[in-house]
């Protein structure tokens, strides 16, 4: 099971909206409605942002929201500020035998 | 308070063996999964494997299979990732996270562990 394929950096200006894409194949991103969405800041643990494609867990900011269209998943970030300044990763449901693939990662700049 | 809590930090040899524990508290152990993720020095994110500890019903990762071996203790609600014998490319932070149970769906990781760091040097 190959990683899916993200941008390795995405910058924008506070309060701009910017856009991570995650895309995989029909195996996985394309084949399930079950695409999460992870935080990373430097030297801290993954926090989950989004699961199922576009659900937002109790206290996660209404700014950040998935979607999907055929083998690629999307995180969009609106109002863009200084804390979103991150590593993104996506993670897909790949099947009962291996059930997870993780993206390759996204750095955020907020400029 | 709901938490993951990993061992600490860990300097080895190569060919030595090594076993890191996960323990959940605050919240029901059977009701969740246990995944392991690795993430080597500046690297992304990778998934190693799985474990239900009301039953031990483990998954592995090919990339993992063999390699490792995932484990737990439902009476004292830990979760264990163990190697048999270190090699330097192990070196990384390990981080176990909890994965809601559910007859389908609920594949994704709602909850952390702060990460275990293996350095294994000679």
């Known amino acids: 099971q190959s990683a899916l394929t993200q941008p390795a950096s995405v910058s924008g200006s506070p309060g701009q909206s910017i856009t991570i894409s995650c895309t995989g194949t029909?195996?996985?991103?394309?084949?399930?409605?079950?695409v999460s969405w992870y935080q990373q800041h430097p030297g801290k643990a993954p926090k989950l942002m989004i699961y199922?494609?576009?659900k937002r867990p109790s206290g996660v900011s209404n700014r950040f929201s998935g979607s999907k269209s055929g083998n690629t998943a999307s995180l969009t970030i609106s109002g863009l500020q200084a804390e979103d300044e991150a590593d993104y990763y996506c993670?897909?449901?790949?099947?009962?035998?291996?059930?997870?693939?993780f993206g390759t990662g996204t750095k955020v700049t907020v400029l | 308070e709901v938490q993951l809590v990993q061992s600490g930090a860990e300097v080895k040899k190569p060919g030595e063996s090594l076993k890191i524990s996960c323990k959940g508290s605050?919240?029901?152990?059977?009701?969740?999964?246990i995944g392991w993720v690795r993430q080597m020095p500046g690297k992304g994110l990778e998934w190693m494997g799985i474990?239900?500890?009301?039953?031990?019903?483990?998954r592995y990762s090919p990339s993992f299979q063999g390699q490792v071996t995932i484990s737990a203790d439902k009476s004292i609600s830990t979760a264990y990732l163990q190697w048999s014998s270190l090699k330097a490319s192990d070196t990384a932070m390990y981080y176990c996270?909890?994965?809601?149970?559910?007859?389908?769906?609920?594949?994704?990781?709602?909850?952390w562990g702060r990460g275990t760091l293996v350095t294994v040097s000679s």
């Open positions: 605050g919240y029901s152990f059977t009701t969740y999964w």
């Open positions: 993670c897909s449901y790949a099947g009962s035998s291996t059930p997870y693939v």
């Open positions: 474990i239900y500890p009301g039953d031990s019903d483990t």
């Open positions: 029909s195996s996985d991103v394309g084949g399930y409605n079950y």
């Open positions: 199922d494609v576009s």
């Open positions: 996270a909890r994965r809601p149970i559910a007859a389908a769906g609920n594949w994704y990781f709602d909850l």
